[in-house]
């Protein structure tokens, strides 16, 4: 693909999100991003991972942090701004990617072949992914996803003017529960496909 | 209680809560509630035209007593010039050291006659930590202090965060040994009418007695991290030289003299009557007629939002203080000690550190220093011991946690931005005890020597 390509995925857990973000990789043929960005930075820092991942994708506490002089003493918005910048430099670099979450259809908005993208899900449904997946009970799986997007939304919003899942921050939203995994990523590709002026818009 | 008195204690309430949650600015909170202060409490409710021409206090800066001091005490209430204008000077003489290099040159050369040792630099930078704060800012210190350990720990492969954490404790105890060492000592020697030299033999000799407890404390439960380096000449050959930092020769020279000079004003000015506000506009001018073409590199720098934080902040604070509610507090303290002196100090002290390991030790400083003034003249006490007793807590509580300095927090920021993020847990873990230990020096030191 000559022309860069960036797709966000911001996603309700339970949703397939994830999964979906790393077969449009796959059917793309471009880079993936998630959590794993952290060991690559660890890596370039030379640090151990461990130090990053019980901060990754939070929100700064409010009233236990401080900010002198524009330094904040939050971990949580430290590692933020870390991801941010290294996002910036991956895009700023000319590569495609995908990415899930950390605020990238914001931190990336002015690169023009950036592509936000919402996806979520039936409750049932995204209930029965989360029960297979982490092997609990549908009590857990409830509390599971209720806290992690408590968590997500909290960090979104922190960082993001525009509210998480509001559609007028993505271009599309979709409800992946409706096509399943395989058809959404079908859908999606022949979206991004238009989009990128790959397919002829009429 | 008055109508004046409870919206001094509303707005002041307010202006704590806003600070605490970042949601806006401080200096925009401090100088927003401030301005509420003298339009609602004392234009509103005490119809006091004259209350808000003291509380402006501009008439203090054109009294020669306020440049060339005859040893009078200082008329508290208002806004205190002489802090504003001496942390101003200052901040300007630290940015011109700055630019010149002199804080990197100096750790690096520190590292340097050490050896590149990685105890024997833990060591060092606690001293040097400690000795620099005494005479200039905490976050400066730490800023450089921070930036250069991350990177001798890149290259001699040690763990920063305890030797950050230990410099970070050092400033903050360094700073509690001088008058111009730490904001609330400025405020408490301004208001109270006390010299450098007040300082150094009575706070500045309880901080070197609890550093030296310190640095062993720090040695024992540290220096099994930081013993696990293995470093090979290579690592030796990538350090960079000490002179290698200086960006500015004759500059560095200059900066260095206007240092020195300040230093000796400072020392002396008990002596030659010169009050902080004449030494830091004087060292402001200097480094400024002496930077030329860096003049708006350096006052760009200048943390312009700190002065107008404390601007609006002793603003606020003289609402309490005229309306009568810091005297109600100081009575509060008075009738829960009972009347016991030492009861008293331990309150002062201990209640001063806990409140300033958790919220800005700035504000409760400039609240508390009319209270001990009041407590001082209603139970017979000596100022001395209150003011000493607030010094160190104020100072030192603020150690505790991550957010009770600004040191800590750029200090714990650093860390983070090079991949070491310090939580509440790790930090607390070695700073608090260190913190009680002190504490628990200063409350014996005082009880035992000035009651």
Same mark, same amino acid.
């Given at each position: 693909?000559?022309?860069?390509?960036?797709?966000?995925?911001?996603?309700?857990?339970?949703?397939?999100?994830?999964?979906?973000?790393?077969?449009? @990789?796959?059917?793309?043929?471009?880079?993936?991003? /998630?959590?794993?960005?952290?060991?690559?930075?660890?890596?370039?820092?030379?640090?151990?991972?461990?130090?990053?991942?019980?901060?990754?994708?939070?929100?700064?506490?409010?009233?236990?942090?401080?900010?002198?002089?524009?330094?904040?003493?939050?971990?949580?918005?430290?590692?933020?701004?870390?991801?941010?910048?290294?996002?910036?430099?991956?895009? /700023?670099?000319?590569? @495609?990617?995908?990415?899930?979450?950390?605020?990238?259809?914001?931190?990336?908005?002015?690169?023009?072949?950036?592509?936000?993208?919402?996806?979520?899900?039936?409750?049932?449904?995204?209930?029965?992914?989360?029960?297979?997946?982490?092997?609990?009970?549908?009590?857990?799986?409830?509390?599971?996803?209720?806290?992690?997007?408590?968590?997500?939304?909290?960090?979104?919003?922190?960082?993001?003017?525009?509210?998480?899942?509001?559609?007028?921050?993505?271009?599309?939203?979709?409800?992946?529960?409706?096509?399943?995994? /395989?058809?959404?990523?079908?859908?999606?590709?022949?979206?991004?496909?238009?989009?990128?002026?790959?397919?002829?818009?009429? | 209680?008055?109508?004046?008195?409870?919206?001094?204690?509303?707005?002041?309430?307010?202006?704590?809560?806003? #600070?605490?949650?970042?949601?806006?600015?401080?200096?925009?909170?401090?100088?927003?509630?401030?301005?509420?202060?003298?339009?609602? +409490?004392?234009?509103?409710?005490?119809?006091?035209?004259?209350?808000?021409?003291?509380?402006?206090?501009?008439?203090?800066?054109?009294?020669?007593?306020?440049?060339?001091?005859?040893?009078?005490?200082?008329?508290?209430?208002? #806004?205190?010039?002489?802090?504003?204008?001496?942390?101003?000077?200052?901040?300007?003489? +630290?940015?011109?050291?700055?630019?010149?290099?002199?804080?990197?040159? *100096?750790?690096?050369?520190?590292?340097?006659?050490?050896?590149?040792?990685?105890?024997?630099?833990?060591?060092?930078?606690?001293?040097?930590?400690?000795?620099?704060?005494?005479?200039? =800012?905490?976050?400066? +210190?730490?800023?450089?202090?921070?930036?250069?350990? &991350?990177?001798?720990?890149?290259?001699?492969?040690?763990?920063?965060?305890?030797?950050?954490?230990?410099?970070?404790?050092?400033?903050?105890?360094?700073?509690?040994?001088?008058?111009?060492?730490?904001?609330?000592?400025?405020?408490?020697?301004?208001?109270?009418?006390?010299?450098?030299?007040?300082?150094?033999?009575?706070?500045? *000799?309880?901080?070197? !007695?609890?550093?030296?407890?310190?640095?062993?404390?720090?040695?024992?439960?540290?220096?099994?991290?930081?013993?696990?380096?293995?470093?090979?000449?290579?690592?030796?050959?990538?350090?960079?030289?000490?002179?290698?930092?200086?960006?500015?020769?004759?500059?560095?020279?200059?900066?260095?003299?206007?240092?020195?000079?300040?230093?000796?004003?400072?020392?002396?000015?008990?002596?030659?009557?010169?009050?902080?506000?004449?030494?830091?506009?004087?060292?402001?001018?200097?480094?400024?007629?002496?930077?030329?073409?860096?003049?708006?590199?350096?006052?760009?720098?200048? =943390?312009?939002?700190?002065?107008?934080?404390?601007?609006?902040?002793?603003? +606020?604070?003289?609402?309490?203080?005229?309306?009568?509610?810091?005297?109600?507090?100081?009575?509060? &303290?008075?009738? !829960?000690?009972?009347?016991?002196?030492?009861?008293?100090?331990?309150?002062?002290?201990?209640?001063?550190?806990?409140?300033?390991?958790?919220?800005?030790?700035?504000?409760?400083?400039?609240?508390?220093?009319?209270?001990?003034?009041?407590?001082?003249?209603?139970?017979?006490?000596? #100022?001395?011991?209150?003011?000493?007793?607030?010094?160190?807590?104020?100072?030192?509580?603020?150690?505790?946690?991550?957010?009770?300095?600004?040191?800590?927090?750029?200090?714990?920021?650093?860390?983070?931005?090079?991949?070491?993020?310090?939580?509440?847990?790790?930090?607390?873990?070695?700073?608090?005890?260190?913190?009680?230990?002190?504490?628990? &020096?200063?409350?014996?030191?005082?009880?035992?020597?000035?009651?």
């Amino acid at each position: 693909m000559s022309k860069q390509l960036i797709i966000s995925i911001s996603r309700e857990y339970g949703s397939g999100g994830h999964e979906i973000a790393k077969r449009l @990789s796959e059917s793309l043929g471009i880079s993936f991003y /998630d959590r794993n960005m952290l060991d690559e930075i660890a890596n370039e820092m030379n640090v151990d991972v461990a130090n990053f991942h019980k901060y990754d994708e939070k929100r700064k506490k409010p009233i236990i942090s401080r900010t002198v002089r524009g330094h904040s003493n939050s971990p949580e918005e430290i590692i933020a701004d870390i991801q941010f910048d290294y996002l910036k430099k991956k895009a /700023d670099s000319g590569e @495609s990617f995908v990415i899930v979450g950390r605020c990238s259809e914001y931190v990336l908005r002015e690169y023009s072949g950036m592509i936000p993208i919402f996806i979520i899900g039936d409750e049932a449904e995204k209930i029965n992914r989360v029960k297979a997946v982490r092997n609990v009970s549908e009590s857990e799986a409830i509390s599971i996803m209720k806290r992690h997007d408590k968590t997500r939304k909290a960090y979104h919003n922190y960082h993001c003017p525009n509210k998480w899942g509001d559609s007028r921050g993505y271009e599309i939203s979709i409800n992946s529960s409706k096509l399943g995994i /395989d058809h959404t990523v079908d859908l999606l590709v022949d979206f991004i496909n238009i989009r990128m002026g790959n397919v002829d818009k009429t | 209680m008055t109508a004046a008195s409870i919206v001094a204690i509303i707005i002041f309430v307010a202006m704590f809560i806003l #600070i605490i949650t970042e949601k806006i600015e401080k200096q925009i909170t401090t100088l927003c509630c401030g301005a509420l202060t003298l339009i609602f +409490v004392f234009g509103v409710c005490l119809r006091d035209l004259g209350a808000i021409w003291d509380t402006i206090n501009l008439s203090a800066i054109v009294n020669p007593e306020f440049w060339h001091s005859t040893g009078a005490e200082a008329e508290s209430g208002g #806004i205190d010039w002489s802090t504003i204008l001496f942390l101003a000077g200052m901040m300007i003489m +630290v940015e011109g050291m700055a630019r010149v290099g002199f804080f990197r040159w *100096l750790c690096m050369l520190i590292a340097k006659l050490v050896h590149y040792k990685t105890i024997p630099i833990f060591i060092a930078f606690m001293c040097m930590s400690f000795v620099l704060a005494m005479f200039i =800012d905490s976050i400066t +210190v730490i800023l450089f202090l921070a930036s250069i350990t &991350i990177e001798l720990a890149r290259l001699l492969k040690f763990p920063p965060v305890p030797m950050i954490l230990a410099e970070i404790f050092c400033a903050n105890l360094g700073g509690s040994a001088t008058m111009c060492g730490d904001p609330p000592n400025i405020i408490i020697g301004t208001q109270l009418g006390y010299t450098f030299t007040d300082f150094i033999t009575h706070t500045g *000799l309880i901080a070197i !007695i609890s550093f030296a407890f310190i640095l062993v404390y720090f040695y024992l439960v540290m220096h099994k991290e930081l013993s696990v380096n293995s470093v090979s000449p290579e690592d030796f050959s990538n350090l960079p030289s000490p002179s290698s930092a200086i960006t500015d020769k004759t500059g560095f020279i200059i900066n260095t003299i206007i240092f020195i000079a300040a230093v000796v004003l400072l020392v002396t000015h008990a002596t030659t009557h010169l009050t902080v506000a004449f030494i830091g506009v004087a060292v402001a001018a200097v480094t400024l007629i002496t930077s030329g073409k860096h003049i708006p590199e350096i006052l760009k720098k200048v =943390d312009y939002k700190t002065l107008l934080f404390f601007t609006g902040l002793f603003v +606020v604070v003289a609402g309490l203080e005229k309306t009568g509610v810091l005297e109600i507090i100081a009575k509060f &303290i008075q009738n !829960i000690s009972g009347g016991n002196i030492y009861l008293m100090v331990a309150i002062i002290i201990w209640i001063s550190a806990i409140a300033s390991a958790f919220i800005d030790n700035i504000p409760f400083a400039a609240t508390m220093v009319p209270v001990i003034k009041a407590l001082s003249a209603t139970t017979g006490v000596h #100022i001395d011991v209150l003011a000493w007793s607030l010094a160190m807590g104020t100072d030192v509580g603020g150690s505790a946690t991550p957010i009770g300095a600004s040191a800590n927090v750029v200090g714990t920021s650093a860390a983070a931005k090079a991949g070491h993020p310090i939580g509440w847990g790790k930090y607390c873990k070695k700073m608090a005890p260190a913190t009680i230990i002190v504490l628990v &020096i200063s409350t014996i030191f005082i009880c035992a020597f000035y009651l």
